[in-house]
């Protein structure tokens, strides 16, 4: 007891020169942060909007994507062709971008697809509650039991060789996770004054979903949007290289990567890694932009949620 009173008694008052310096210091790192964020975030959108920008453009001006030269067969990367060229002599360049448009674009209406039906299904879900919450959420529970790909697989093989049957196969594996999100987002948002002040004049369910719930979940539902594009074009890519996707005569980085397969056994390894190279780069520049957004939207400190 003794001891404690010492040390109390030698501690002496509380500096405020150091309970300033802490916060600036906190200050400093704070925009350190924030600077940082926006590097990344500038990067990631520059990458993508550089990666679309060649997938559209370099294809569209080139004379023959697809053009096959047999003379011209797992040529190294070169000035002519800085990818090198595939076991068919195309130019791996032109093919892979041409790949990486179509990749995107399955991706992008596979996401929108997904996006529609969860929203639906989560707003529906959260705005109804009961009976109708405890069957729609047994449905996800289902769907996301069955592991995607696998799922995936056995709607392809119902329609295989077509873009349709590649679109539904992500769209319809993947919208239990937006259902889930929008879903959680709605029994919050049900719970805010607006809301009850709007249940209290006489606004019906349907009226207080269509006019306050459905605009503040967009945001939310537009995220989860985004977070699937690269998950939908890793998919595409799988089912491809597994023979189950695309046609093989329309590029993707897929099929490409199928086709690649045996050049690799050969020493053309340019035919896999360039390909990969702008899968991976394509990925991860929509899911810095995906964090940077998250990140702005959701809040992290418990300060942030009373605004």
Same mark, same amino acid.
């Given at each position: 007891?003794? !001891? ?12 405020? %020169? ?16 924030? =600077? ?9 959108? /520059? ?5 679309? &920008?060649a997938a559209l453009?370099? +294809?569209? &001006? ?18 002519? $062709? ?11 360049? =032109?093919?892979?971008?041409?790949g990486l448009r179509?990749?995107? &674009? ?12 969860? /929203? ?34 056995? *709607? ?13 196969? *992500? ?5 239990? /996770? ?16 607006? =809301? ?9 369910? %349907?009226?207080? &979903?269509? #006019? $306050? ?15 699937? =594009?690269? $998950?939908?074009?890793? $998919? ?18 897929? #099929? ?14 340019? *035919? ?9 780069? /394509? ?5 810095? *932009? ?8 959701? +809040?992290?400190?418990?300060? !942030?949620?009373?605004?």
């Amino acid at each position: 007891m003794v !001891e404690l009173e010492s040390d109390s008694a030698t501690a002496g008052p509380p500096r405020p %020169w150091r309970s300033a310096a802490r916060a600036r210091a906190g200050a400093v790192r704070g925009a350190a942060g924030a =600077v940082r964020a926006r590097l990344r975030l500038v990067t990631a959108v /520059t990458a993508l909007g550089a990666l679309v &920008l060649a997938a559209l453009s370099v +294809p569209a &001006l080139s004379a023959a994507p697809g053009t096959v030269d047999y003379q011209a067969i797992r040529l190294p990367p070169s000035p002519a $062709h800085p990818f090198g060229t595939d076991t068919s002599g195309r130019d791996l360049f =032109v093919r892979s971008l041409a790949g990486l448009r179509v990749s995107l &674009l399955v991706a992008a209406v596979s996401t929108v697809v997904s996006t529609v039906l969860g /929203t639906a299904v989560g707003a529906l879900s959260g705005a109804s509650g009961g009976w109708v919450d405890r069957l729609l959420m047994r449905v996800v529970d289902a769907v996301n039991a069955v592991p995607h790909l696998l799922l995936g697989i056995v *709607i392809v093989a119902l329609y295989r060789g077509t873009v349709l049957a590649v679109v539904l196969s *992500i769209g319809l594996t993947h919208w239990a /996770t937006v259902a889930r999100v929008v879903r959680s987002e709605v029994l919050g948002l049900r719970d805010r004054p607006y =809301v009850d002040a709007a249940v209290s004049a006489g606004a019906g369910r %349907w009226w207080v &979903l269509r #006019n $306050h719930l459905l605009p503040a979940i967009v945001p939310q539902a537009a995220l989860s949007a985004v977070l699937l =594009v690269p $998950h939908a074009v890793f $998919h595409e890519t799988a089912l491809s290289f597994l023979g189950l996707g695309l046609p093989p005569h329309l590029a993707s980085i897929g #099929n490409i990567l199928s086709d690649g397969r045996e050049g690799v056994l050969l020493g053309a390894w340019w *035919i896999v890694a360039f390909p990969a190279g702008l899968l991976v780069a /394509t990925t991860l520049s929509v899911s810095g *932009i995906a964090a940077a957004w998250r990140d702005r939207t959701i +809040p992290t400190r418990r300060s !942030e949620l009373t605004l």
